[in-house]
Nanobody, 122 residues
Framework: QVQLVESGGGLEQAGGSLRLSCAASGGTFSSYAMGWVRQRPGKEREFVAAVRSSGNTYYTDSVKGRFTISRDNAKNTVYLQMNSLKPEDTAVYYC????????????????WGQGTQVAVSS
């Protein structure tokens, strides 16, 4: 069983930056595809970004060029660097792990963190 704990959320102004971190335990971190999924107010969960065990990355179109996902297998941690934040990025951000090597949809994920709130003011 994999446990995931997110940190780094908060309130930021539009145009600012935040970095989310997710610490994993209880599994073989390097073998999992890791991702970030968000749930905006009143919306369904949506895929944001993923990084495969190989290091290949994938992004939803709305965050390309602004967000960067990365992983540190030595620290069992995945990050989401969010730059040029927009009010529409306001959401609860969930870290997730997938036993599949390719996970670019929210329902591809097997393990979930508790979520961290990101609020972007205009």
């Amino acid at each position: 069983q994999v446990q995931l704990v997110e940190s780094g959320g908060g309130l930021e102004q539009a145009g600012g930056s935040l970095r989310l971190s997710c610490a994993a335990s209880g599994g073989t971190f390097s073998s999992y595809a890791m991702g970030w999924v968000r749930q905006r107010p009143g919306k369904e969960r949506e895929f944001v970004a993923a990084v495969r065990s190989s290091g290949n990355t994938y992004y939803t179109d709305s965050v390309k060029g602004r967000f960067t996902i990365s992983r540190d297998n030595a620290k069992n941690t995945v990050y989401l660097q969010m730059n040029s934040l927009k009010p529409e990025d306001t959401a609860v951000y969930y870290c997730a792990a997938s036993r599949s090597s390719f996970a670019v949809r929210e329902y591809d994920y097997d393990y979930w963190g508790q979520g961290t709130q990101v609020a972007v003011s205009s």
